[in-house]
């Protein structure tokens, strides 16, 4: 399945949202997501290589960084077309990357602008010379930061998604964003299996745009936020609704929100990926369209631009709590048609496909675990 043929020429209505000298400026505006001819993709992960990047010059860092799996370890690299050019251990590298010897990505963007800006130039030195150049269908693709420093994500940063499940959508200036962590062994590749727990009951879909940080921030401002920013993912939020705890519990204040946080903990449930594409490749988080399937049925279809909170705003206020780190990963919500709204619920043999317009798709199958 062709990007294009999935993501045909439409519009959405969708809010938008600018920092004008300091202050959040928020007006209804079209969204139009568009489709593009020159996308090429992976069969299997939906991995694409814009027609855009690969005219950039040698200066520049619009790149589709992948991780992937090795016989010994796991490696990262830049998509150039159908192609992986690995950047661990390259003949090609020079000035910082050959300094420094970043094995992961995480090292990598812990190297700053820098890093990227020599990532760019070695992946291009080195497909045009053949060396150390994969074919992209393959490598068997990791989650493009298999363990984050920090997983942080968002509960009901859609309107549409609240009032789907049961809850009213306060006055954006009377309210906050809610903000909770999942541990990093959550975190699994982009076609690798959802393991269904033995002590799971009601598990859930909930397709996000995930935000990566390229720079350390702590009590930054976000007219100053997107600065912080390196790029995005796809996440799907794997949620148990259901939590099965122990019998004969005496039931305490909190026990229900424990009880949903802690169906958000399992491992694999947050597959992200194809590829952590940087944010110059989307000049506009907020104007694309995020689709989710269940074995090829549409459940969500949605514009990032009906988000409440924008990414600027969630790294503001995630940065008011706690120092954000590069390679920390924010997914900021999902939008509405959930399973829990329609009391439908993943099942092993199941497969869930989450793809976001001028990112990509995952596609991961649910496995008795």
Sequence with gaps: ?????????????????????????????????????DDEESPRCGIRDSERQRKRDA????????????????????VIGGDVVDLV??????????????????????????????????????HRGGESVRKLRDVRLAAPI???????????????????????????????????????TSVTGPCDPILYPKNANKIDWEGELGVVIGKAARFVKAKHAMGHVAGYLVVDDVSERSLKVEKGRQAREGDKWFDWLNGKWFDTFAPMGPALVTKDEVPDPHALRLMTKVNGEVKQDASTGQMIFSVAELVEWASRWMTLEPGDVISTGTPSGVGSAS?????PGDVVEVEIEKIGRIRNEVVAG
């Design 1 to 37: 399945m062709s990007f294009a043929s999935s993501f045909p020429i439409t519009r959405h209505i969708g809010v938008r949202r600018w920092i004008i000298e300091g202050s959040l400026v928020q007006r209804d505006e079209v969204v139009e997501a568009r489709t593009r001819d």
């Design 59 to 78: 200066g520049g860092y619009v790149m589709r960084l992948v991780s992937f799996r090795t016989r010994q370890d796991i490696h990262f690299g830049v």
């Design 89 to 126: 251990e390259n003949p090609h590298a020079a000035g910082i990357l050959k300094a420094r010897k970043p094995r992961s990505m995480l090292k990598l963007l812990f190297l700053g602008e820098e890093g990227l800006e020599a990532a760019a130039r070695v992946a291009k030195r080195s």
């Design 146 to 184: 298999p363990r984050p420093g920090k997983l942080l994500a968002l509960a009901g940063n859609y309107g549409e998604h609240l009032r789907e499940s049961g809850h009213e959508w306060a006055e954006k200036a009377l309210t906050t964003p809610r903000l909770f962590v999942k541990p990093v």
């Design 343 to 347: 009391g439908t619920f993943l099942k």
